[in-house]
């Protein structure tokens, strides 16, 4: 229909504005953000229609969205096509450099019986030849993690079989392989401890000088392979891997409000890519498109304070798109964010809300966190939902903004095998995310943002920071006492399995 300007008159700009959204009416026209209403444009079709978008994405690319191969490029070309017209926010991307690693070529056998085996990231490769030697048991339980274990253990040329364990230094993985390989093991295979099939594991930054060639096999493998060694057979293993390890260029893809007070920036963040065994739709596409539905949503609002939504790169990596980008802000950018809200893992397990005042955990997020958090648990309990409270494990994203004394918050629905058995698995499609779940959060995530982006500047303390308090790890002097669960499989960093 032709719109004359006879009749756009006072008498008309009612009936009018009823009949079309108030968006295409301009600024003045659009209400302020208000909880209810903007939780009732949060709907499960919209969200699951984001994750068919990104499962399709994934499954035209290799089956994965993983930083530095085309499903991550494709995730950021939706994201960007869902953002960029949008007339009342600005978007743009963020490019930094990544340390990308990729295994070309992978076996591990043992008397012509091949065994399923992941190359842990930044491991040295073997020849092309590979490598044929004697299978022996490493040292085991806390002495694994010491020179110490190995002083009684002849490995020197041979394939030592240790079991992944945690170790002083924080790690599970790289602190059971380099004791072995200071003791002279020509190559280190790491079984797992939990009955979780393995996919994936990274020994967090190359090391040739104090790395070997090491592997990751299934629990079931290893603990068979230790009862033959132990009953005295002896056995020849082989091993072969190769890996590319380059820097990569990749993305974080950013929009924020072009409204709302600029010195009180309240951000929201889901990692936009997955790890390479799978899709990544709970971990963390059901962060990704929560996040965008409420961007969507709220562009019919005005806000008070300046709101910022992220989708971040190689997260799986170690948490790098967030990291620089804290990294990086001058202190004026970084003063203006009054609190940080992350969505990694939102779909499938038990509603958790972060302890944000360390009540439950023992580690309370900076001041303000507290704040957040109750906003979250009074909502959800008013639902009747039981409220789980999520640790600060380091495993995700909101570390990047804790690490700078940041107020932070969010949800998160667990990574234990009752939580998510398709946790960085290939079957993380379409299929894993439990769509009622997934709404519940959206819609708590929709009623905190509606809070903080119109009282946030009431609730949250400003916690002020200057150029000299942002290093690369963070705040000077401030070194963070990540809590752990035995059952949580997303701990500091995430993607490391370290």
């Known amino acids: 229909m032709k719109l004359h300007g006879s009749l756009l008159l006072a008498g008309a700009s009612q009936s009018l504005a009823a009949s079309f959204p108030r968006t295409t009416y301009g600024d003045n026209l659009r209400p302020l953000v208000e909880s209810k209403a903007l939780q009732a444009l949060i709907t499960t079709e919209g969200l699951m229609g984001n994750l068919e978008k990104l499962d399709a994405i994934a499954k035209a690319n290799g ?58 990231a930044y491991s040295p ?121 380059e820097t990569r260029i990749t993305q974080n893809v950013f929009t924020e409000t072009k409204d709302g007070d600029p010195t009180n920036v309240i951000m929201l963040g889901a990692h936009l890519d997955s790890v390479q065994a799978g899709a990544g739709i709970n971990d963390d596409g059901s962060g990704s498109t929560l996040i965008m539905e409420i961007k969507t949503a709220l562009e019919k609002f005005k806000v008070k304070n300046k709101v910022r939504f992220a989708w971040w790169g190689a997260e799986e990596n170690g948490l790098l798109g967030s990291k620089y980008y ?101 079957c993380d499609t379409i299929d894993n995310p439990e769509p009622a779940t997934l709404t519940v959060n959206a819609k708590a995530a929709a009623h905190v943002l509606s809070i903080l982006a119109t009282k946030g500047q009431d609730l949250i303390p400003k916690s002020p920071v200057n150029a000299t308090m942002i290093t690369s790890r963070g705040l000077i002097g401030r070194e963070i006492e990540w809590t752990k669960d035995e059952n949580e499989r997303h701990l500091a960093t995430c993607g490391d399995n370290k």
């Not at 190559?187 to 797992?192: H, K």
């Not at 005042?357 to 008013?382: M, N, Q, R, Y």
């Open 63 to 120: 089956g994965n969205r993983a930083f530095g191969l085309p499903g991550y490029a494709a995730s950021v070309d939706y994201i960007l096509s869902r953002t960029k017209d949008s007339k009342n926010f600005v978007t743009w991307v963020q490019d930094f450099p990544a340390l990308f690693q990729n295994v070309d070529s992978i076996t591990f056998s043992v008397s012509n019986t091949s065994y399923t085996v992941i190359g842990l």
């Open 125 to 245: 490769s073997t020849t092309i030849e590979g490598y044929t030697a004697p299978l022996i048991v490493g040292a085991s339980g806390p002495e694994g993690c010491t020179d110490a274990g190995y002083s009684g253990l002849d490995v020197k040329g041979k394939i030592v079989l240790v079991q992944r364990g945690s170790c002083p230094d924080g790690t599970t993985l790289a602190g059971r392989m380099k004791p072995a390989a200071k003791a002279g093991a020509m190559a280190v295979i790491i079984y797992n401890d939990i009955e979780t099939p393995v996919t994936a594991g990274t020994l967090s930054n190359p090391n040739p000088e104090e790395y070997v060639p090491t592997g990751y096999i299934n629990k079931d493998d290893g603990e068979l392979l230790v009862q033959k060694l132990q009953s005295g057979e002896s056995i020849a293993a082989y091993f072969q891997q190769t890996q590319t390890v």
């Open 326 to 426: 804290t990294k990086n802000l001058n202190a004026t950018t970084a003063n203006n964010i009054l609190a940080y809200l992350n969505f990694d893992m939102v779909s499938k397990g038990y509603f958790g809300v972060f302890d944000g005042d360390g009540s439950t955990h023992g580690l309370a997020g900076p001041p303000g966190s507290d704040a957040i958090e109750k906003i979250f648990v009074d909502d959800l309990t008013s639902k009747g939902i039981n409220v789980t409270a999520a640790r600060f494990t380091g495993g995700s994203d909101y570390q990047s903004f804790m690490n700078i004394g940041k107020p932070v918050g969010g949800m998160h629905t667990g990574t234990g095998v009752e939580q998510d058995p398709c946790y960085h698995q290939a």
